[in-house]
């Protein structure tokens, strides 16, 4: 739900508006003006059906396919089912001939079980980043998970005029966001994972496409990922469904509780 809090009015439309004219054609004299971090954020909140459609559920249930592409040739299709609330969260990936791997938030703790291992307790920027991913209002109030954000230009990316958005996270990530002009969805994404509290050297690009809107609240439903330009998986959403989450899946395995 993945993955701002300014409400869109048409005053706000009107000056983005002016700002894409002004972007695309120039102005008099001088350089093309830059809409704002709370304009580009307010559009992309009405492209995804406005604030009342994101704020409405109360859980969401979202099922669909990975496709883990690794070398030689070899890809893996996994299965998935993803269960939020806010602050809540349950990942669970089935894997051919594995076993299911788990991973969830519940809360206060955050936690992860590959088939056949104890438990993983997640802490420092992977406990607050999967508080973050727990946050079923995150399409919001995106800039609240920011120390700083700034609109920084106009790119290509993923076959899109975008502006791209930089920003330092609260944890000390820097994230680069691509909406795109036209239309104002969230193109994608540039970062580098964190393991250990510390940046990897390969960069991370996740491209989304194909929105569709679910009950009145568009999701894309492809995710293609990259490390370092090189593919590494492509996920598919098939469904989306509101309210139908029962609060105790989101309580931790015991085994879980016992390391905390």
Known sequence: MGHCRTPYNESIGFRVTVVACALLVGCAGGPPSLPSVGEVQARFVTALGGRA???????????GTYEIYGPHGKRVRVATVLYLANFKRLDIQSVPGRGR????????????????????????????????????????????????????????????????????????????????????????????????????????????????????????????DFTDNRLVGVGRLDSVTYDDVNPRIFVPPATVLKRS
């Not at 459609?53 to 099922?63: D, K, Q």
């Not at 788990?102 to 056949?116: E, F, H, M, N, R």
């Not at 438990?119 to 920027?125: F, N, Q, V």
């Open 53 to 63: 459609a994101i704020m409405r559920p109360h859980s969401v249930t979202m099922r």
């Open 101 to 224: 791997y788990l991973s969830g938030y519940d809360g206060k703790i955050g936690w992860a079980i590959a088939p056949g291992e104890k438990p993983t307790i997640l802490a420092g920027s992977q406990a607050v980043s999967l508080r973050r991913d727990a946050d079923l209002y995150y399409w919001a109030h995106i800039p609240q998970y920011f120390r700083k954000i700034k609109v920084v230009g106009v790119e290509s990316f993923a076959g899109h005029r975008c502006y791209h958005l930089r920003g330092t996270t609260l944890w000390g990530n820097e994230n680069n966001q691509y909406y795109d002009v036209a239309g104002g969805l969230l193109a994608g994404y540039r970062f580098h994972q964190w393991v250990s509290d510390a940046p990897e050297k390969p960069e991370t690009r996740q491209v989304f496409e194909r929105y569709r809107s679910f009950g009145g609240l568009a999701f894309p439903t492809r995710e293609t």
